[in-house]
């Protein structure tokens, strides 16, 4: 009986699976829209519609087989499941064009369509040789990635019951008492700063197609971009600007986004996060220009100009670049390791320990000092907000940040000793797992084509860790463990 209840579990979740199959091939083909400009780039861009075929019968073969009851609803550990699964479909499918068209091996595919779903931009491919077709499919899977994957997909999967794959994805921010008001909200706000951006950048000087990538990219702070010398290749100031502007809107909450599309800007005030964001801008950028950029820019208006752009990209997770790393002194790296360890907003599209977090700690700290000046008998309350809704600090979030906290270090530790064992220093390996573990995109030279297999895949789960945020990996594996150890003895009693 428990074994057929299972089953049809199962059956709720590969129908869910099944349901991205088949909703895959739509973004897959949205790539080939460049061909209408560039008709002689379509031979080399067949490989999006062969995977998209291979994708759709994929999913017809799982949603004929996996029949479920119409409106039945998801536990929060099965949407785990659907998640962890929908972000290794999701990789896998967007690695096959890049090795059907023959411009990477399958370990480089999968390392580039990791970086570019969890919105890493650390990059293996020649954006001067390949076609733009798949420049353009890169920025699409930052895009898409920063939304997140069951945001994006909610109202077609799951509909109103969706809360399970909504939580499962690490969102705290349920917008509106709908799922699928929920989604076509940040689907509005999130398209219309993307448009805000073309527009700004063509106005900055961008040619459209340019405008087009970086504005899904900044706004996404994955930091693809169409040019060898990212950002800075550009030289303009007011290029510079459109993109600070998008990198912070990227990198902040969507129930912030939410509230203050609402004219709440009391709730907004009342958020930690973007007073926090600002107090380590206005902190690590004097900090970057006093103490390393003297060395490489004589001019002060310089040294601030490439410090703020090189701060924010680091703390937002975008991994943009204006200057090259190579003369930077220690003291400089140092600031960009902690910049993109800290991350962004919670339920933004950044990465690291996210900024609630670290205001969350700073509130506890602060609530211990208060308690140690009073009486033993005395109650202390101190909240803190998150969007629109009210938290009061309590030993399950104490709890919870010391779980991500301790997850965060310990593969931190892990990946920059694997990347030491390459011959790598200590330093430049901290800088890069630290860029990939918070999916930044920031490098100093590690990561190339001619990288190691065994490095390029410690940077790719470091970048899939970093982006699910190792709880719902913890959910889905202990679900599925604990069934197949049910299944398992039930078979063996039989």
């Not at 700073?362 to 211990?368: A, K, N, P, Q």
């Not at 490095?455 to 594996?477: K, N, P, S």
Request: with cysteine; proline share 3%.
């Amino acid at each position: 009986m428990f074994q057929n209840i299972l089953k049809q579990r199962y059956r709720l979740v590969f129908g869910y699976l099944g349901n991205l199959f088949i909703f895959f091939p739509i973004l897959l083909l949205i790539p080939l829209s460049y061909c209408i400009w560039n008709p002689s780039t379509f031979a080399e861009s067949l490989s999006f519609i062969v995977t998209a075929f291979l994708s759709f019968v994929m999913g017809l073969v799982l949603k004929m087989t996996m029949r479920v009851k119409p409106g039945s609803a998801i536990t929060v550990q099965e949407g785990a499941i659907v998640v962890l699964f929908s972000w290794i479909i999701a990789i896998l499918l967007s690695a096959l064009p890049f090795v059907i068209g023959g411009y990477l091996d399958f370990t480089q595919a999968v390392f580039e369509s990791t970086s570019g779903w969890t919105t890493t931009g650390l990059t293996l491919v020649d954006v001067e040789k390949i076609p733009g077709t798949f420049l353009l499919w890169r920025s699409l899977m930052q895009y898409f990635g920063g939304a997140g994957i069951a945001i994006i997909m909610m109202s077609a999967i799951l509909g109103p019951s969706g809360l399970g794959l909504y939580k499962a994805e690490g969102r705290m921010d349920n917008l509106v008492p709908n799922i699928k008001s929920s989604t076509r909200t940040i689907a509005v706000i999130y398209g219309s700063y993307a448009l805000a951006g073309i527009v700004m950048y063509v106005l900055a000087g961008m040619n459209v197609f340019d405008a087009v990538n970086h504005s899904l990219t900044a706004l996404a702070t994955g930091g693809f971009s169409t040019r060898t010398g990212s950002i800075g290749e550009f030289n303009s100031i007011f290029i510079e600007i459109v993109t600070i502007v998008l990198m912070i809107l990227g990198a902040t909450g969507f129930g912030i986004h939410y509230a203050l599309w609402k004219k709440n800007f009391r709730a907004f005030w009342k958020n930690g996060e973007p007073k926090l964001m600002f107090v380590i801008l206005a902190v690590f950028t004097p900090l970057l220009m006093t103490g390393t950029l003297t060395v490489v820019y004589s001019s002060g208006a310089e040294r601030f100009r490439h410090g703020l752009f090189q701060t924010v990209s680091a703390l937002t997770g975008t991994g943009f670049s204006t200057v090259d790393f190579v003369p930077w002194n220690q003291f400089g790296i140092y600031l960009i390791v902690l910049l993109m360890i800290f991350g962004g907003d919670l339920d933004s599209t950044s990465g690291g320990l996210k900024q609630y977090r670290l205001f969350a700690l700073i509130m506890i700290l602060w609530l211990e000092i208060r308690r140690y000046f009073l009486p033993k008998d005395a109650l202390l309350k101190q909240e803190i907000w998150k969007g629109e809704t009210k938290r009061y600090i309590d030993d399950s979030l104490v709890k919870e940040i010391l779980l991500v906290f301790s997850l965060y270090f310990f593969t931190y530790a892990v990946g920059t000793g694997i990347l030491m064992s390459y011959g790598n220093s200590m330093v430049l390996s901290a800088f890069e797992f630290a860029s990939a573990l918070s999916t930044v995109g920031l490098s100093v030279g590690i990561t190339s084509p001619g990288a190691p297999a065994g490095l390029l895949w410690t940077e790719t789960i470091g970048m899939f860790l970093g982006r699910l945020e190792f709880v719902v990996v913890i959910y889905a594996i202990t679900k599925l463990l604990r069934d197949g150890k049910i299944i398992f003895r039930r078979r063996r009693n039989a």
